[in-house]
């Protein structure tokens, strides 16, 4: 399918991962006695049973090469974000530490193309803040690139190939209602500001009248009907709504103090080209042509002969895990997710050199194929995407611990686990989570959240420098049990 949009001179119009080793570790479970934490951490559990929240809950100790604590390890549950875990656990195995994303910008018969592939992290504001840049970045990058060419005008179209991604850019397990949040970020081999677009309230000078507010990326590629008003007290109420499938938003709510907040785009590679359109006539660059999404590619997946590549955006895997773990964004478990699936050899089950096109199913077998090499019961878990916002995800306690486990004898041991939030950083540290000083330094894990499941897993350091290995999943909980959780995991590592 080719997608088109049209571009005058000064506006643009939108047309539209030692097997044995852990085989032996981790074998045929013998439930341990429940010493462990005492009666406090029953006490806790037992509450907790009683308004019928499930649990499964394992710790392991790798240097005993035994199990600390179980209760229901093999039940598997909604993980929430920990199947994060696996996904970029499956990635940094199958992929390589050495795997990067590269986004290829060339010039072709007078067309500028884009050369997607399926990186996460183009345009994401907390990069670009960390390396003290903009969200545009890339594109200045472009600019330049044609400026030492000489080039103010592109006779030609720009030119988009996406295909090492399908076009199923939202999940059919996601709820739908929720498919204008951050968090639903539609996915896509070529994505721009987390696929969202930031808006930025103000209040007006008087209550009762509209609310001020200022785009970023400032585009016109989505359609703003305001209805947000200002007040004169009490707390912001704000939300922006978006119907699927549309770039048409409406802002409403109440305004009484300056406040960004989040609203996911339709179609993120256009949305990229689009901006980047805008960048480039803004600064000078004529285009004459259309914004086109195509698949440039023959049909033995060769591209033109004839194609200058002048630049090449490279993003590390290295830099994508901690956003995964550590920050928790949907979107770029999402992305490894389908990474995975387009470098799967179904016939191998091995990553392939030549990639075909990344998808959730295909991703799914990358993952199980994955598991089954660590040889985790089928039954532990099941795999619908990568991020853990589906409900169809499943992972039992023992699972996870074995995923961990795995990992923590690999060569990309610190990789793995430092991608992860710490009392010191990402979800941990956001709330307020072992904030005690006694874990400074102590506790690697990754959270979970949803309506129905809370989950916490990772990795806790021991005196002598060791680990313990521990997974926590809670499902149909009457009542936060975050706090539970980090109850247990203090009471067994203290």
Partial sequence: MTLSYTMGHFMIRRIIYLLLLVGSCLGPFSMPTRAAGGSRLEQVIQTAEAKKTKFSIYFYDPATDKPIYAHNPDTPLIPASNMKLITTAAALDQLGPDFSYQTRIALWQGNLVVLAAGDPLTGDPVIAQRRQKDIYAIFQDILEQLRQRKITALTGDLLIDDTIFDDQRFHPSWPVKQSDKWYTAQISALNFNDNCIDVNFAPAAQPGQIASYTLCPDTKYVNIENECKTISSGSNKLGGRRPQDTNNITLFGKCRYSQTINVTIDRPSAYFGFVLAEYLLRNGIDINGKLIIKNLRDEKGRLPGDLEIFLTHTTPIREVLPEANRRSLNMVAECLFKTLGAYFDPNTSTSSANPAQGSWPRGRLAVEAFLKKLSIDPALYQIDDGSGMSYENRLSAR?????????????????????????????????????????????????????????????????????????????????????????IVKEIIK
Avoid: W
């Fill in 399 to 487: 699972c996870i611990t074995r995923v961990l486990a795995y990992m923590l004898t690999q060569p990309t041991a610190d990789l793995y686990r430092e991608s992860m939030a710490t009392p010191e950083d990402g979800t941990l540290a956001k709330h307020n989570r072992f904030s005690e000083p006694q874990y400074d330094g102590r506790i690697f894990a990754k959270t979970g959240f949803l309506n129905r499941a809370v989950a916490l897993s990772g990795y806790a350091k021991t005196e002598s420098g060791g680990f313990i290995i521990f997974s926590l999943i809670t499902n149909d909980h009457t009542q936060n049990p975050i706090g539970d959780l980090d109850t």
